[in-house]
T-cell receptor
Framework: NAGVTQTPKFRILKIGQSMTLQCTQD?????MYWYRQDPGMGLKLIYY???????DKGEVPNGYNVSRSTTEDFPLRLELAAPSQTSVYFC??????????????FGPGTRLTVL | KNEVEQSPQNLTAQEGEFITINCSYS?????LHWLQQHPGGGIVSLFM???GKKKHGRLIATINIQEKHSSLHITASHPRDSAVYIC???????????????FGKGTKLSVIP
C-alpha cells in the first residue's frame, strides 16, 4: 500500500493564480482531511470529508474548495492564491465506523509559496 | 487560551535520558493523539488513547481524563528520537458524523549523542 500520497511536493504560485493539490489514499478510508501548518502554529483543519460526496468546512476554509467524488481522492482547490496561503498542506485519512474513530494517516505534505 | 497546550516548547536531552513531554487541554474530548513529525516534515501517529496508558517500544503515553492532562515519555532516548512531538485532542460531532482534531503547537526534541 502506498498509504496517503500528495502531489505536488513543492509549488510556487503567483498572487491570483489557481491550483489544485491532489490527495489519494489506497486504504479504503472513509474519512479524509486537509490541514495547513504554518511556522510556530499547530495544524489547522481546512476541510474534511466523511465519505464520497460529503464534505464540510473546518476551522480555516476561506480561499479553498474541496470535492470528494471517490473514496480514494480528495483534491483541495485554491482559487485566487494569496500570500496568506503560503503554508505546508497535509492531507490525512482514517477509517471510522459505528461511532468508533481511529488514528489518522498523513501524506508527505505539499509546500506552497505564494509570491 | 489555546485548547491544547504543550510543554516544553523545546527540549534538548543527552542520549540515554528519560524524556517527558506534557499536554494539557481545556475541553471535553473523545480521545487524545500523540504524533511525531520528522525533521523531513512527515507526520506519523504514535498513540491514540482515551484512558490509562499505552506503551510502544520505548514510548509510553498516559492520560488523566479528570485533570485533562496527558504525558508522552521516551525512555533511553536516542538521537533518532529527535523530532517534533505533537499532541492533538479529538472530538466527535454526532450530528455531522465527524471526528476532528485540534492540535498543539508541538514540542521540538533534540537528543544529543
Amino acid at each position: 500500500n502506498a498509504g496517503v500520497t500528495q502531489t505536488p511536493k513543492f509549488r510556487i504560485l503567483k498572487i491570483g493564480q489557481s491550483m489544485t493539490l491532489q490527495c489519494t489514499q489506497d486504504m479504503n478510508h472513509n474519512y479524509m482531511y486537509w490541514y495547513r501548518q504554518d511556522p510556530g502554529m499547530g495544524l489547522k483543519l481546512i476541510y474534511y470529508s466523511v465519505g464520497a460526496g460529503i464534505t464540510d468546512k473546518g476551522e480555516v476554509p476561506n480561499g479553498y474548495n474541496v470535492s470528494r467524488s471517490t473514496t480514494e481522492d480528495f483534491p483541495l482547490r485554491l482559487e485566487l492564491a494569496a500570500p496568506s496561503q503560503t503554508s505546508v498542506y497535509f492531507c490525512a485519512s482514517s477509517y471510522s465506523a459505528s461511532g468508533r474513530y481511529n488514528e489518522q494517516f498523513f501524506g508527505p505534505g505539499t509546500r506552497l509559496t505564494v509570491l | 487560551k489555546n485548547e491544547v497546550e504543550q510543554s516544553p516548547q523545546n527540549l534538548t536531552a543527552q542520549e540515554g535520558e528519560f524524556i517527558t513531554i506534557n499536554c494539557s487541554y481545556s475541553v471535553g474530548i473523545s480521545a487524545l493523539h500523540w504524533l511525531q513529525q520528522h525533521p523531513g516534515g512527515g507526520i506519523v501517529s504514535l498513540f491514540m488513547l482515551s484512558s490509562g496508558k499505552k506503551k510502544h517500544g520505548r514510548l509510553i503515553a498516559t492520560i488523566n481524563i479528570q485533570e485533562k492532562h496527558s504525558s508522552l515519555h521516551i525512555t533511553a532516548s536516542h538521537p533518532r528520537d529527535s523530532a517534533v512531538y505533537i499532541c492533538a485532542v479529538g472530538k466527535s460531532y454526532s450530528g455531522a458524523g465527524s471526528y476532528q482534531l485540534t492540535f498543539g503547537k508541538g514540542t521540538k526534541l533534540s537528543v544529543i549523542p
